[in-house]
Every structure is written in structure tokens, then in C-alpha cells.
DNA sequence: CTAAGCCTTATAGTTAACTCTAGGTCAAGT
DNA sequence: ACTTGACCTAGAGTTAACTATAAGGCTTAG
């Protein structure tokens, strides 16, 4: 089976080799073996699991919680309940997010839209109000 | 016209009064009055100002970047082109991390599919595959 | 007139997630 | 044989963004 060496991970994954290090260190990363000198050796299927890390990471899961997740992997059938668990709770959890990076983009493209405007009339004031803008009602 | 001191300003924006001066040690609110004996005093521009601090924190923008801004507000229509810049620049970030957000929504939902099945049968052995979980190709 | 409950400053501590350094091992190429 | 470069560990350092503490000052209700 085709092994991958801690470097070809890191650039493969958008990581630095010590990040990769630092995850194994905090337990995220049991199931990767090693050569008999220590060296770690990536399986194809190593990569996805540090994938799906990555997901849960950007979803604003902290590490520690992530390390639950690969406890309760290495637990078995037992624990299909949590991970199942885990993973609806992390559904809601983005789903909000998604809803506040709505907002956050709604307030921007306003933003965009008053100083279009303002460089187009060569001043802030064709805005009448405050210096520093209120977020529009409107 | 009505001031609010920084507990009730914490309150209204869901944060601290510590994180509130926080910001203002970092420059964030050069605008805030203050009575003759020191206290902060908030107007609703200031509490607008505020909101918008919050956006671009929820956009990722670090703190020392939204100083920036706030510095040339203060600076007036000279720099009304490095504000337009900057939310234009804002606005391909946050659409960036919503195509990430969306991403990350679809692997945990078919991890939500997966986990469903697999308690359903009572062992994850009905994914044939790997133990920890292949992102699933199809 | 004093105690509660705000507020202030300066400064120290915390936490997460890296990020790097030092000192060493190992395998391959010249 | 020896050098090069990638790997290893342990542990120290960094950064951002808070978060808390200590010591003290105003204001208002009893």
C-alpha cells in the first residue's frame, strides 16, 4: 500500500509539517503507523481522516473536542450514538454560521454600496449622517 | 442627547465591558466621550461604530487591520478609496468563507447520513470501508 | 455618611493553536 | 565515507484576543 511522508501530507493538506506534528500530539492522529526508526507513514485513507479533521476545525470545533471524535472512532460501535450526535450538533452549528455570515455580508455590500457613493460625489457627506456610519435601516 | 456607560453597552452588543475597553486600549473607539471624571460615555453612533466593529471582526478581520479603518475614518474623504478598497476586499473574503461554510455543511451532512445507517444496522461495518471515514467520493 | 455598585487604570494571566529551535537519527546520493 | 535533506522529540516561544486582578474613585440610596 502507497505511503505518504509527513511533508507530502502537509503540502497535499495546505499544513505545515509541525501543525501535522502538533495534531498527532494532541491525539488526533492514533491510527498512523510508523517505520521502525519512528518515521510516520500516511495511508491514503490517513488523509482522509486528517480531511475530515479539517472539516470539524472549520466548522470552530477546538482541537480537544476534535480528539473526543477520534477517541469515540477508535471505541467502535458503542459510541455510534455520540459521533452521531456530534455530528447533528455540528449541522446546527454551521448552519448558524451561515446565517451570520449572511448579515456580516449584507452589512459589507452596504458598505460598498455608501462608498461607491461617497467616491462618486467625491465626499462622505452626500451621506448626511454620523462620521461613522450607521448601519442603515433601510 | 442619551449616553450609556460601557455595562450597559457591554450588555446590548453581547460582550464585556472588558473587551470593550480592550478595543478602546487598542484604538478601536478614538470617538468615545468621557465625563470629567474619566467615564466612558456611549452614544448611539458610537454603539453604530460598535456594530460595525463586530462585523468586520465576524468577517475575520483582526483587530489591528480594523484599526486601520478606524484610523481613516478619522482622516476623512482623503481615504475614502482605501475604505472602498477595503470592503470591496471584505466582501470576496466573506464569500470565500461562505463557499468554505458550505463545503464543510456538505461533509457533515453526509456524515449525519452515514452515522443514521450505521446506528440503524448497529455497527458502522455496513460502510464496508476504512474505519475512519472515506469523505466519500459520490 | 457609608456601603453598594458602578466606573477607572495598569498590568498580569489565560487559552488556543500553532511555530520554531536544538539536538539528534536515518537513508540516499557522490 | 560523507554530506545533504527530510525525518524525529522535547520543549520553548509566539500571537491574538481576551479575561482577570488590584487598587482606587464617583454616585446614590438608606
Redesign the pocket.
Given at each position: 500500500m502507497k505511503t505518504f511522508?509527513?511533508?507530502?501530507v502537509a503540502k497535499e493538506l495546505n499544513l505545515?509539517?509541525?501543525?501535522l506534528?502538533?495534531y498527532d500530539k494532541e491525539g488526533l492522529m492514533p491510527f498512523i503507523e510508523r517505520t521502525a526508526?519512528?518515521?510516520?507513514l500516511f495511508k491514503e485513507s490517513d488523509i482522509s481522516a486528517l480531511k475530515i479533521i479539517e472539516c470539524l476545525?472549520s466548522s470552530g470545533m477546538?482541537?480537544?473536542e476534535i480528539k473526543n471524535f477520534i477517541d469515540w472512532c477508535s471505541e467502535g460501535d458503542s459510541t455510534l450514538q455520540q459521533r452521531y450526535d456530534m455530528f447533528m450538533e455540528r449541522k446546527a452549528i454551521v448552519k448558524a454560521q451561515m446565517a451570520e455570515l449572511k448579515k456580516t455580508m449584507e452589512i459589507i455590500e452596504h458598505k460598498c454600496f455608501y462608498y461607491k457613493s461617497a467616491l462618486d460625489a467625491g465626499t462622505e457627506d452626500v451621506h448626511k449622517d454620523a462620521k461613522i456610519e450607521i448601519p442603515m435601516p433601510n
Open positions: 511522508s509527513i511533508g507530502e505545515t509539517a509541525y501543525t506534528r502538533y526508526s519512528g518515521t510516520r476545525k477546538p482541537i480537544k
